[in-house]
């Protein structure tokens, strides 16, 4: 039998009040953890992700130090800080726990299995064993994949489209995640394209700077860089190695190319986070986790930087032009 809780009123009546019921009162201080691999609290791309997470949960009623409480961690791509922020944010027990990066889910997933968790930025959440299936995950886990596999294949066609001189691509990538699975579809489209593709498995960033410099030394080279929490960290460094070694090069995400990366395409990590408050606020008001399908983006964003191709010597095609959704003067 649930416990109830009892209040005498003044003429004696006993209130009978469920604690269901006081759960819905919309002046009860809710809580919600946050745990986010791949950047820290103070760079510009973390702030502008909360910032989103922040005006989404505001939009649907829950406003942060009024009714909800938010404790964060950014602990960058360290997986032992990873483990300890993960347990730290299930042992102060909030209501539901948004995770970003697929090297947060794992720690925090085993850290509890029964607080609710919203993931974004995951690759892969059914191969990589968040989920059990997209549309019903199961679990105590669900949220917003990052992209789905096919369109790793449009990163090397847009490269041959941008860098026609291509016929060598070097793909950066994590070999112990879902870096297999981007791999496997860039290789199955690269004949079709007459590249050759090989790995850069992705180590540490002395070795990343090695493979790369052995890498350019060859002509007709170009450079895919996966999607994956080693990338974001060190994304500055790629962009560098690319210029150093006049690679054409094609990211994922639009804020790898800091200020001198050649051409992006992929989802607005940005919006990932607003979206992913909608499920945040729908757990807060009782659903569960297992109950909401993963999600995929349903709009991806190519930018091109033509202060970059210029310093390659390339020609950006029209039709290329005419489809970007940001040009970089």
Known sequence: MRRREFITLFGGVTLVW????????????????????GTKADEP??????????????????TEGRNVQIDDRWPGADAADARKDAAELAALAPDVILVSG??????????THTIPIVFVIVVDPVGEGFVDSLPRPGGNATGFMT??????????ELLKQIAPSVTRAAVLRDPASAGIGQYAVIQSVAPSL???????????ADGIERSIADFAHSPNGGLVVTASSFTAAHHNLIVTLAAR????AIYPFRFLLGSGGLMSYGPDLVDQYRHAASYV????????????????????????????????????PDKLLATADEVIE
Not at 194 to 204: C, L, P
Not at 284 to 300: C, H, N, S, W
């Open 245 to 248: 070694y006049n690679l054409p």
């Open 102 to 111: 697929s090297p947060a889910v794992p720690p925090m997933l085993q850290a």
């Open 18 to 37: 469920p604690l269901a019921a006081r759960a819905q009162q919309p002046d009860r201080m809710r809580h919600i953890g946050m745990l986010a691999v």
């Open 45 to 62: 791309q973390a702030r502008a992700r909360k910032a989103a997470f922040l005006q989404g949960l505001q939009q649907l009623g829950w």
């Open 194 to 204: 007459g590249i050759d593709v090989s790995a850069i498995n992705e180590r540490d």
């Open 281 to 316: 606020g729908r757990i807060l008001k009782g659903e569960k986790p297992a109950d909401l399908p993963v999600q995929a983006p349903t709009k991806y964003q190519l930018v091109i930087n033509r202060k970059t191709a210029k310093a390659l010597g390339l020609t950006i």
């Open 147 to 156: 992209f789905e596999y096919s369109l790793c294949g449009k990163w090397l």
